[in-house]
């Protein structure tokens, strides 16, 4: 089968089960939590860092598509909706329980485990993994200095393949906005990458 039609078929299912959910279908709710889990997931740890609060806003996320599914209209795309409603919930989330601004990156936290390192450190990585691996780590720990407004530009981009016009409708900001966000969190990412000994990894 053909990398065309996978991509067709997945489409048509998730059309599917969004109109399924219009109509109250709950089942289809349980289809679409499982077809996003990881995705989602990736993308609230990514704004938030912590795992236990990426797990409270996914299933509040959840709740909220429940709630509000009936105002989707069929024709936008739901990967964009679902990741705003996610999105909103997750800021002002941040909003509230911390008193930095979203703007600024996060104060290092010099010698604590990142969920990444823990998802590494369950089993021992074969010898020919082992550079790659560390060069995860720098970019994972890079991600994570970078302020939200600007990680949250990279994990849609990279992570979720989103295109530009797909991740300002995520924002609800310009395209030009996320252009210029986008560019700006690159270039961050390459002076943290080079000051943390690691000058030729994006070039």
Known sequence: MSAITCAWEGLVGLQGEVAQLRRGNLDALSQLIARYQNRLYRYLLRLVRNPAEAEDLFQQTWLRVAEKISSFDPRRNFDSWLFTVARNLALDHLR????????????????????????????????????ESERSGRLAAALLELPV??????SLRFEEEMKLEEIAQVLGAPLSTVKSRLRRS???????????????EWS
């Open 96 to 131: 509230r329980i911390r008193p930095h601004s979203l703007d600024e990156p996060f104060a290092s936290d010099s010698g604590s485990e990142t969920p990444a390192d823990r998802l590494l450190s369950r089993e021992m990585l074969p010898l020919d993994r082992i550079l």
């Open 149 to 154: 407004v600007y990680r949250e530009v990279v």
């Open 186 to 200: 690159l270039e961050q990412l390459r002076l943290s990458l080079e000051s943390r000994g690691g000058p030729g």
